[in-house]
């Protein structure tokens, strides 16, 4: 039976995540995404994926001290950060090989998970010219990354608008990213391979790179007026509208809608709702025009959209979105990859073959010059 990126097929069983695409639901270790996602600290998220529920007073303290003391990464990993700033490469490059660095320390669940804030800081800051301030073992997880970004010490809004967005993404079923942890888990390999593997599977546009064309798009637009006609043009040139469809959600991605909360409260407390008014003006166009543009097709706004919005509402440049979803992912990654060493059998599905069969070998100075040609337009 041919399965096509393996749609349809269950590979792993897990108490981590259920993506319910027809009901637009998104359970989290038992909890209701609208239920944990604003309320929750990071830290909590990250103990219940772990642990399958969320700590008590002392295993908090706990596990943030542990979080904390373990920011620093190694003299190695900021050399590297350097000469990949000198070279401009992308971000998510950028971190994928910082992460490599952590086979040089403890490259546990607790070390991987508190030195990805300060490699994706470290590599921000570098590539602008700026040296990176050290971590603050007083702040929250959240509130270093943005602390370690900025240099200043974010204000409690701004750090529950990104605490929120972290919990919302951490994790999200069997995902591309997800999935490559856990066939690298389940060879028996460490986990620094694991994320190492599962960042290169979320940097694909396919994946997790699209929250910044999102926005790009909403800043094309400009004015709410111009909203239809830009959008119009858009899906009449076959282009697709970023931010908006879901290969899993049929309905409205629930994800948007704890984002779009996040995003609202954070651009109010910020005094200027203009971009947020822009955005809730585009999404309503959207949805109306790839209904009639796509009829039945069911497109909806995933979490794409208010990503974008909420991550510049926070201050961050377009080339961290990625990088920053890591930031909240790798928990997740974890989580799976500890599941699967629980129960492991190495992932290792079947392919079909279609090609064809019993073929003769030809040697070379038996072969016309049509093979030689082929041969060389191949490579």
């Given at each position: 039976?041919?399965?096509?990126?393996?749609?349809?097929?269950?590979?792993?069983?897990?108490?981590?995540?259920?993506?319910?695409?027809?009901?637009?639901?998104?359970?989290?270790?038992?909890?209701?995404?609208?239920?944990?996602?604003?309320?929750?600290?990071?830290?909590?998220?990250?103990?219940?994926?772990?642990?399958?529920?969320?700590?008590?007073?002392?295993?908090?303290?706990?596990?943030?001290?542990?979080?904390?003391?373990?920011?620093?990464?190694?003299?190695?990993?900021?050399?590297?950060?350097?000469?990949?700033?000198?070279?401009?490469?992308?971000?998510m490059d950028a971190l994928r090989m910082g992460v490599d660095t952590l086979s040089l320390v403890a490259g546990?669940?607790?070390?991987?998970?508190?030195?990805?804030?300060?490699?994706?800081?470290?590599?921000?800051?570098?590539?602008?010219?700026?040296?990176?301030?050290?971590?603050?073992?007083?702040?929250?997880?959240?509130?270093?990354?943005?602390?370690?970004?900025?240099?200043?010490i974010p204000d409690p809004e701004r750090v529950r608008g990104l605490e929120t967005y972290l919990n919302t993404v951490i994790d999200h079923g069997l995902n591309a990213s997800t999935f490559t942890a856990r066939v690298i888990t389940s060879t028996g390999s460490d986990l620094v391979s694991a994320v190492v593997g599962a960042l290169g599977a979320l940097k694909g546009p396919l994946h997790g790179g699209a929250p910044g064309p999102a926005l790009d798009m909403v800043f094309e637009i400009a004015?709410?007026?111009?909203?239809?006609?830009?959008?119009?043009?858009?899906?009449?040139?076959?282009?697709?509208?970023?931010?908006?469809?879901?290969?899993?959600?049929?309905?409205?991605?629930p994800r948007a809608d704890v984002l779009a909360r996040a995003a609202e409260r954070l651009f109010t407390r910020a005094g200027d709702m203009s971009l947020y008014t822009l955005a809730r003006a585009v999404e309503a166009q959207a949805i109306r025009l790839l209904e009639e543009y796509k009829p039945g097709r069911r497109l909806q706004t995933n979490v794409e959209f208010y990503t974008a919005l909420l991550l510049h509402g926070l201050g961050l440049e377009t080339s961290l979105f990625t990088p920053t979803f890591a930031i909240g992912r790798v928990s997740g990654w974890i989580a799976h990859a500890l599941e699967q060493r629980r129960a492991n059998r190495i992932i290792r599905p079947q392919s079909e073959y279609v090609g064809p069969r019993y073929k003769k070998f030809v040697p070379l100075p038996e072969r016309g010059q049509r093979d030689v040609v082929e041969i060389g337009l191949r490579n």
């Open positions: 039976m041919e399965s096509n990126g393996l749609e349809g097929v269950v590979a792993a069983t897990t108490r981590l995540s259920h993506v319910d695409g027809e009901r637009g639901e998104l359970i989290m270790a038992g909890y209701p995404l609208d239920d944990i996602a604003e309320r929750a600290t990071f830290e909590e998220m990250t103990w219940l994926m772990w642990h399958g529920d969320v700590p008590t007073v002392a295993e908090l303290e706990g596990f943030r001290a542990s979080l904390a003391a373990a920011r620093e990464i190694p003299d190695a990993a900021v050399s590297l950060l350097r000469d990949c700033a000198r070279r401009n490469l992308d971000a546990d669940e607790i070390g991987i998970v508190a030195r990805v804030p300060t490699i994706v800081a470290t590599y921000a800051r570098l590539r602008h010219g700026l040296e990176p301030p050290a971590a603050r073992p007083d702040l929250g997880h959240a509130a270093n990354v943005l602390y370690m970004l900025s240099g200043e004015d709410a007026s111009r909203a239809e006609e830009v959008l119009r043009r858009k899906l009449e040139a076959g282009d697709r509208l970023m931010g908006f469809g879901h290969r899993i959600y049929k309905v409205r991605d």
